[in-house]
C-alpha cells in the first residue's frame, strides 16, 4: 500500500509541475499585456507603461521572468495583483473560503439528495417514479447553470422579493454572531440552489445504476434463494456496494470545489475563486493567474491521489500490480 500511494504521490508532482510550467507559458503568449489594461484603455500613457512594465520586470525574456518567478515562489512570495496590489497570496486566501463555503455546501447537499434518490428509486426500476425522476434528471443536466441562476433570480428576487440578487452578506448591516450567519444563508440560498439542481442529476443516475448492476449479481440472487429478506439484503449488501461510486463521484468534486462555479460566482456577484479566475483572465493579471493555477492543480492532484487510495482501501485488486 506504501508503495502504491508513493508511486500517486510522485506521479501527482510531475503532473503539478508539468502543468505550473505550461500554464505560465501559455498566460504569456496570450495577446494583449497587463500594463496596457492597469494603465487604461483611453489615453494611455507610453511612459507609465513603461514604468510599470520595468517594475514588475515584464520587460524581461520570459524565461528569465521564469527563473525570478521560481526563485521568489522559494522564498514564499508570490507575486503582487496588478489590478488589486495586494499579495497574490493574501488575495486568494480571501476568496477560497467564499468558494469553499458555497461549493462545499452545494456538493455535500446534491450527493445527499441524488445518492438517496437514485439508491431509492433504483429497486423500483420501470416503476412511475423511475420513469418520472430519470426525465427530470436529464432535463436537469441539460440546462446551463449561468441560465438557471438568472431565471432563479428574476422569480425569487426580481418578481418575489424573497432572496438578494448578490453579495455574500447585506453591506448595509455589520451582523454579527448569529445574525451574521442567518445573513449568510440567505444570501447563500439561490446560488446553491441553482448549482444543487444541475449537480443532483449526476448523483441521482450513479446512484440508481449502481443498485440496479448490484442488484443483478449473482451473489444477491443466492441470497434471495437462502431466504433472506429483502430489506436486510439491500442494507448490508446493495447498499454499500453501490456507495462505493457515489463516493467517489463525490471525491472527484471535491478535487474543483477550488476552482468554484465561476459562472454562478459571476451572476451572483458572489466574491469566490472562480470570479476572481475570470477577473484575472480579463485583466491579465499574471501572478494571480500563476497562483491561482498553482492552487488549482495540487488541489486537484490532492483530491485525485485522495480518491485512488480509497478506492484501494476498499477493493485491494487495484493496487496490486
Known amino acids: 500500500m506504501r508503495k502504491y500511494i508513493l508511486s500517486k504521490v510522485m506521479m501527482g508532482l510531475v503532473t503539478i509541475i508539468f502543468s505550473f510550467v505550461l500554464t505560465f507559458f ?15 484603455k483611453e489615453n ?5 507603461i513603461e514604468h510599470l512594465t520595468e517594475k514588475y520586470g515584464l520587460d524581461k525574456p520570459v524565461g528569465v521572468q521564469f527563473i525570478n518567478y521560481i526563485k521568489n515562489m522559494a522564498k514564499g512570495d508570490f507575486g503582487f495583483s496588478y489590478r488589486n496590489n495586494l499579495p497574490v497570496f493574501e488575495l486568494i486566501k480571501r476568496r477560497v473560503v ?24 433504483g429497486r423500483k ?20 447553470g449561468f441560465w438557471l441562476a438568472m431565471i432563479l ?35 447563500m440560498t439561490l446560488p446553491i440552489l441553482s448549482i444543487v439542481i444541475i449537480q443532483t442529476p449526476i448523483y441521482f443516475r450513479i446512484a440508481r445504476a449502481s443498485v440496479i448492476n448490484t442488484m443483478k449479481q449473482g451473489f444477491i440472487k443466492t441470497f434471495r434463494a437462502a431466504g433472506m429478506k ?20 463525490f471525491s472527484m468534486s471535491l478535487a474543483f ?26 485583466g491579465r493579471d499574471y501572478m494571480v493567474l ?25 477493493d485491494p485488486r487495484i493496487r496490486i500490480k
Open 257 to 282: 470545489t477550488i476552482s468554484g462555479a465561476a459562472l454562478i460566482e459571476i451572476v451572483f456577484s458572489w466574491p469566490g475563486m472562480g470570479r476572481l479566475i475570470i477577473d484575472s483572465i480579463n
Open 290 to 314: 500563476n497562483g491561482l493555477y498553482l492552487v488549482i492543480s495540487v488541489s486537484l492532484i490532492f483530491f485525485t491521489i485522495l480518491t485512488d487510495v480509497l478506492y484501494a482501501l476498499v
Open 230 to 249: 429483502e430489506g436486510e439484503i439491500f442494507r448490508k449488501y446493495i447498499m454499500k456496494n453501490s456507495l462505493i461510486p457515489i463516493l467517489t463521484t
Open 98 to 121: 467564499p468558494t469553499l463555503t458555497l461549493s462545499l455546501t452545494a456538493n455535500i447537499l446534491s450527493a445527499l439528495i441524488g445518492g438517496f434518490l437514485g439508491l431509492y428509486i
Open 153 to 187: 433570480i428574476m422569480v425569487f428576487s426580481s418578481k418575489l422579493g424573497w432572496f438578494p440578487t448578490s453579495g455574500m452578506y447585506n453591506m448595509r448591516e455589520s451582523y454579527t454572531g448569529i445574525r451574521k450567519f442567518i445573513d449568510l444563508l440567505y444570501h
Open 125 to 144: 426500476k420501470g416503476g412511475i417514479l423511475d420513469k418520472v425522476f430519470s426525465y427530470i434528471s436529464y432535463v436537469l443536466d441539460a440546462i446551463p
Open 26 to 40: 501559455l498566460i504569456r503568449l496570450a495577446p494583449g499585456t497587463p500594463m496596457r489594461i492597469v494603465a487604461g
Open 44 to 48: 494611455p500613457n507610453p511612459e507609465q
